[in-house]
């Protein structure tokens, strides 16, 4: 079965500090893959996505994310978070004919003034 | 709000009761999914429809759970005879096939958090 795995589980940064959240996923296949963040009180959101071609992808709110896939991996990365970036992320793979959504245990990023 | 939407928001009930949750998809999409929160952990995939034929359910959906989509739009969830360990966020999603290509975009409901005392 495929995993996810985030080796962040809580991250502190200032404003203005560059972020890079990771990510580890375990299948060797073609993937699909995501981000997706839950800001306070909110709905999962989707932040972005990787199917196949460009392997750094651009997402909303200035996010974005380089799939490698020699190391397996599909890290976040945002060159200067703001406090409104607070909220919880999420890397998720997608599996089976279902399109359900493997995801990892979640990044806790607290951002602070 | 044209969103998914989840009622309750939160349920409280005591071990050994029956509870039932109610998901509304995004009109016309067809998939649904149900997933499980439970504190630090990220959502795990409980079961999907497409339309209102359930057509895969996790080993984490124990004999204790069913799950209904009856024609196709609504979806409801329920547990038989609560456990602490039910104890979790529950969260619907769903999706509508974008043409050619087998990705479909998830979108997300606010859950419904049962607390089992």
């Known amino acids: 079965a495929q995993s996810v795995s985030q080796h962040n589980h809580h991250v502190i940064l200032s404003e203005a500090a560059s972020l890079e959240l990771g990510c580890n996923y375990s299948y060797g296949g073609t993937v699909n893959l995501f981000w997706y963040v839950q800001y306070p009180g909110q709905h999962l959101q989707l932040l972005l996505k990787y199917f196949s071609g460009d392997p750094l992808v651009k997402g909303i709110k200035g996010f974005e994310a380089e799939f490698i896939k020699s190391k397996f991996s599909f890290n976040l990365r945002k060159p200067s978070v703001q406090w409104s970036d607070t909220a919880e992320y999420f890397c998720a793979v997608l599996t089976g004919t279902a399109s359900k959504l493997t995801f990892g245990t979640g990044t806790r990023l607290q951002v602070t003034l | 709000d044209t969103g998914v939407s989840q009622d309750p928001r939160h349920k409280i009930t005591k071990r050994g009761q029956n509870v039932t949750f109610r998901c509304d998809p995004i009109s016309e999409h067809n998939r649904l999914y149900w997933y499980r929160q439970t504190l630090g952990q990220g959502p795990e995939f409980l079961t999907y429809f497409q339309n209102e034929a359930q057509l895969e359910k996790s080993r984490l959906l124990s004999d204790r759970f069913s799950a209904e989509r009856p024609k196709g739009s609504f979806s409801t969830l329920e547990i038989q005879r609560t456990e602490q360990g039910d104890s979790a966020m529950y969260l619907c999603?769903?999706?509508?096939?974008?043409?050619?290509?087998?990705?479909?975009?998830?979108?997300f409901g606010p859950g419904t958090r049962l607390t089992v005392l």
């Open positions: 999603a769903s999706s509508y096939p974008e043409r050619g290509s087998s990705y479909n975009e998830q979108f």
